[in-house]
């Protein structure tokens, strides 16, 4: 048996929490690249391949924006599966043909969100359920033929097309990471507080189910490549 071996399009400026918050909740070789200093694949070959989180948003005129673009809808035409998380679920919308747009406010904190039942990526996941956001662009138009598999108040939080999937919430956050991140927004000092106030070990326990979108992605993987599951990790 085989772990499975995915790529890791780091697309966050200062990669080191992403680095380590993936690597502890996605159980697969990562390999990974940093985007964001036009570091891609030269290959497609991978069972899949995850795209994370960025403070840069899809639209914008960066030099490193457009490369993976391209590389993530030639990988998604080349057949492998995919997983975008915030930015990441953004980009593969975009590349789809959906429409990003800013919000012109943060969607910051441990947030509800409803999901619809109507994909394996949610499975295990109570209806509604928690998770931390961090966003102030979302998801206004779904690429034609995907399909809307999450929402909640600020709009499209999760969509599936084929074999790619998308949620616009933080799974793989910890405590740390949500906690610096809140303390760089540009938020007033209230909110900023109210914030950090529902960074507790509470809100953390309750959105450990979110990561099961991570364990789901892998098992879809095996299940479309027909890899068998490696022995778990020690």
């Known amino acids: 048996m085989t772990r499975l071996r995915l790529a890791l399009l780091n697309a966050s400026h200062d990669a080191t929490d992403t680095k380590r918050n993936f690597r502890r909740e996605v159980d697969a070789d990562l390999v990974e690249f ?8 030269g290959t497609f070959d991978f069972d899949g391949f995850l795209v994370t989180g960025s403070r840069s948003s899809v639209y914008w005129d960066e030099k490193w924006i457009q490369p993976l673009k391209d590389w993530a809808k030639e990988a998604i035409d080349e ?11 953004q980009l593969l919308a975009d590349v789809l043909g959906g429409t990003v747009e800013g919000m012109g406010e943060y969607e910051i904190g441990y947030r509800e969100i409803t999901h619809h039942d109507n994909t394996p990526l949610f499975d295990g996941i109570d209806e509604r359920f ?12 779904l690429p034609p033929g995907a399909t809307l598999t999450a929402e909640n108040d600020y709009g499209v939080h999760g969509f599936q097309k084929d074999d790619v999937f998308g949620v616009q919430f933080h799974p793989e956050y910890d405590m740390q990471t949500a906690r610096e991140l809140t303390m760089g927004k540009d938020l007033t000092d209230e909110r900023r507080q109210a914030v950090l106030d529902g960074i507790t070990p509470e809100n953390y326990a309750r959105a450990q189910q979110a990561k099961l979108v991570f364990e789901n992605f892998c098992d879809y993987v095996r299940e479309v490549k027909d890899i068998p599951r490696a022995p778990a990790r020690q």
């Open 34 to 41: 940093h985007a964001t200093e036009g570091r891609l694949p």
């Open 130 to 141: 928690l998770a931390f956001t961090t966003h102030q662009d979302a998801v206004t138009e």
């Open 79 to 89: 057949g492998l599966p995919a997983l975008g998380v915030c930015y990441g679920h």
